[in-house]
């Protein structure tokens, strides 16, 4: 039987996000992934795209290709996830949403906690 962590489930298991991010390059992708689990903001991160991306900006609908950035980490890291992120993207209003985990393999998320302590 695979063992699942479910929010709730007791003290003994950490609490995880999913952070998502966009930007637009593949390579500044790159950059923000393997610079938030070298700063272990991030457990790791995954990387997907293009995706078009369509919004309002300063008054005009616009549509970009953009690469999406998931990165998964510790509730009690989101903070330092967020500014790490705000500093080191070159959108004036990055997108950061984080959606918490309520259910996973509770292997993965005790080791997206280790690899997040500080």
Known sequence: MTSTYEAGSGAEQAAVLTVLTTTDTAR????LASGAVAARVAACAQIAGPVVSVYRWEGAVEEAREWQVLFKTAASRYEALE???TEAHDYDTPEIIATPVVRGSAAYL???ERETAE
Do not use: I, R, S, Y
């Open 28 to 31: 500044k992708a790159e950059d």
């Open 83 to 85: 500014a790490w992120l």
């Open 110 to 112: 005790e080791w997206v």
